[in-house]
């Protein structure tokens, strides 16, 4: 029997609530997909096809970051299904707001090469709603009202032998309980407030919690009442826009900044979940710190060990109540005014005060070096995208972003590499006005080759920088330091600018300093396409955040 196209079936449903809910599909196109897909194309509305299915979510959720809205990927099902896996427990770790459409096995049960679809996303803490002709309208609707509400990925399934149905007479759902709510009680603001009018040295640190709260200014302002210097999580760079910001919090803070922050007497932590890395493995403060949290998650109060005062409150009210009980404080009393050196260009110079010298033991370039030169050469008005690795160490500690959505580390949550050249074409799409910088190691970058060509076609502008030590980083720092043998750790070299050439990029192997000028002379005479930078860099530089780490399991 074949539906009259004029009519609205479940795909095309599904559709229309999509086209109405983002401004963007990204995917790629299946039997379980096609006929949704052909509806919004045929339409015109925005979409970008992968060419592996992991970069559909890697994009969608990068799209999120980069822009703050609910990203949408679709896939066929089985095979394309799984083959999101891992960007898809990536998006659930690191908690964003976007909606999965896959095809799935008939209403009629399994066929020989179905899985139970639900019950995979559900291993990874994904909820799975299923589209019918009763509820397509409705279900596409709640799929993003709950990836909204949870602030996770939602699955919406669409059975195979309901894509063409025709849609009939629908029926309600239930509505979605309240959202629950958490008020910080006046004496826990008279409390929280006391202890950082009392406090010498008092440092906030903020987190992506005060970005989806909208608390930026509250924060910001209970800082400078305060006198106190600011530092943020990596998801909340550059929230605070002040000279008195030291930088991201944890293993990618700059060592002058790291001494400063160990010097707080009390840390008001907002929005910020205080995990391992934000911490630096325990060393991020001193032992005698107060560290007081205000966030809304549903972890016991003293879940983290440095935490010494939890209040658990929603950040907007809390914020804004605390601000009232915090006057201004004399400035010449300040912590600022004891270190005024903070707001000075020399400390926030990105020259790599860590290890200034070009190359590193064996001969190749050290990469603090190459990423601090970057800072100048590099547009301002940039996206900084990451791939997951050990490269990850240098960029965000040397490299500043024009506001928090523009620094982007796909992969870290579920500590995977092979995302990023889903994840960069997906900020490409997100914030075309701006110059999409791509960090990858060669061991991801190969990983996820597919979508470089992907990134070339979504990109207007472009720099991917491929920091290359001809090995698995990590796992050489980690083990071969111990005396494993390193053969599988290694990796014959491989030129990312030869291959980005061949795909019509642009692009130089760097084996110098002076060997970046070759990005230099090309972005001044460029103003749309990818350049492809190929860094040798050294095996034997280990990241700070690494080095932290190591150390840290030695104690353990």
């Known amino acids: 029997m074949t539906t009259d196209p004029l009519l609205p079936t479940v795909s095309t449903a599904v559709a229309d609530v999509l086209a109405e809910r983002t401004d963007h599909l990204f995917g790629l196109m299946g039997n379980g997909n096609a006929h949704l897909i052909s509806h919004l194309t045929s339409a015109g509305f925005g979409f970008t096809s992968a ?13 999120h970051r980069a822009t703050g809205r609910t990203g949408a990927a679709t896939t066929t099902y089985g095979a394309g299904f799984t083959n999101t896996y891992t960007a898809l427990a990536e998006a659930r770790m690191a908690r964003i707001p976007l909606v999965l459409v896959v095809g799935d096995a008939p209403t009629t049960g399994r066929r020989a090469f179905d899985i139970d679809q639900t019950g995979a996303a559900a291993a990874v803490g994904v909820t799975t709603l299923v589209a019918t ?56 603001l008279d409390r929280v407030a006391g202890l950082l009018r009392a406090a010498a040295r008092p440092l906030v640190l903020g987190g992506r919690g005060v970005l989806l709260a909208g608390a930026a200014t509250e924060l910001t302002e209970i800082g400078d009442r ?49 995990n391992a890395f934000q911490l630096r493995y325990g060393t991020l403060f001193g032992p005698d710190t107060r560290v007081i949290r205000i966030d809304n998650e549903p972890e016991p109060a003293l879940a983290h060990p440095p935490v010494t005062d939890y209040v658990r409150a929603d950040l907007g009210t809390a914020l804004a109540g605390l601000l009232a009980r915090i006057p201004t404080t004399d400035p010449a009393r300040t912590w600022r005014a004891a270190a005024p050196e903070v707001a000075g260009d020399d400390f926030r110079s990105a020259a790599p005060v860590e290890d200034p010298a070009e190359f590193g033991p064996d001969g190749r370039l050290n990469p603090r070096a190459v990423v601090a030169a970057l800072e100048d050469i590099l547009p301002k008005e940039r996206s900084v995208v990451m791939d997951g690795g050990h490269f990850i160490g ?32 997906g900020v490409s ?45 990590a796992e050489l720092h980690q083990y071969a330091s111990k005396g494993l043998d390193p053969t599988a750790m290694l990796i014959d070299e491989v030129d990312f600018a030869a291959l980005g050439r061949a795909m019509g990029a642009a692009g130089a192997k760097a084996h110098t300093l002076a060997d970046l000028q070759a990005l230099q002379d090309w972005l001044d005479t460029h103003e749309e396409g990818v350049f492809v930078l190929d860094v040798a860099i050294s095996q034997k530089v280990v990241a700070e955040f690494m080095t932290a780490s190591l150390t840290a399991g030695r104690r353990l």
């Open 394 to 425: 240098w960029a965000p500690m040397y490299l500043s972003v024009p506001d928090p959505q523009a620094m982007v580390l796909v992969g870290t949550a579920f500590q995977s590499i092979g995302l990023g050249f889903g994840s960069a074409a």
């Open 51 to 63: 060419r592996h299915e992991a970069a559909t979510v890697a994009m969608a959720d990068a799209y």
């Open 133 to 188: 002709p009763e509820n397509a309208v409705a279900i596409t609707h709640r799929a993003f009202d709950l990836a909204v509400r949870t602030v996770q990925p939602v699955v919406l399934a669409i059975p195979y032998d309901s894509a063409t149905a025709a849609l009939v007479d629908p029926v309600e759902l239930e509505p979605l309980s309240a959202k629950p709510s958490w008020h910080a009680g006046p004496e826990d």
């Open 226 to 274: 305060l006198g106190a210097l600011f530092m943020t999580s990596a998801m909340a760079a550059g929230v605070f826009d002040s000279p008195w910001d030291l930088g991201i919090a944890g293993g990618f803070t700059r060592t002058h900044r790291l001494e400063l922050a160990r010097q707080a007497d009390v840390v008001l932590v907002a929005g910020a979940s205080l």
């Open 429 to 473: 799409v997100a914030r075309p006005e701006r110059t999409t910088v791509f960090f990858s190691g060669d061991g991801g970058g190969l990983m996820g080759l597919a979508d470089l060509e992907t990134f070339l076609r979504a990109t207007k502008r472009g720099v991917v920088v491929v920091l290359n030590d001809s090995a698995y980083g």
